[in-house]
């Protein structure tokens, strides 16, 4: 089974920058095709980002494009989301998930994902 772990959530102040990061361990599973999806209390689970296994290929969120750049180093088995110019209405859990190649339908989809992360906290304050 594979496990992604999800790191460096915090408070910054709007305008600030920040950088989590989601790390695969266990089964490696083939060509992962991984995502960034957020929930903000009271509402849904939202996508944010995704990118192709070669990192050649990537998707935003209308809200974040812009501001966030996802990028991945598959040595590390590591995916990250550079955050820039953070706003309050950022805030939220920020989750990591991932899947074996590439999605059937939209990689807007959480139900395109197989593998989750426990999520890591983003608060911006005003």
């Known amino acids: 089974q594979a496990q992604l772990v999800e790191s460096g959530g915090g408070l910054v102040q709007a305008g600030d920058s920040l950088r989590i990061s989601c790390a695969a361990s266990?089964?490696?599973?083939?060509?992962?095709?991984m995502g960034w999806f957020r929930q903000a209390p009271g509402l849904e689970r939202e996508f944010v980002s995704a990118?192709?296994?070669?990192?050649?290929?990537?998707w935003y969120a209308d809200s974040v494009k812009g501001r966030f750049t996802i990028s991945r180093d598959n040595a590390k088995n590591t995916v990250y989301l550079q955050m820039n110019s953070l706003k309050p209405e950022d805030t939220a859990v920020y989750y990591c998930?991932?899947?074996?190649?590439?999605?059937?339908?939209?990689?807007?989809?959480?139900?395109?994902?197989?593998?989750w992360g426990q999520g890591t906290q983003v608060t911006v304050s005003s």
């Open positions: 990118v192709t296994w070669g990192g050649s290929s990537t």
């Open positions: 266990g089964r490696t599973f083939n060509r992962p095709f």
């Open positions: 998930a991932g899947r074996e190649g590439y999605p059937r339908e939209s990689p807007y989809y959480a139900n395109q994902y197989v593998y």
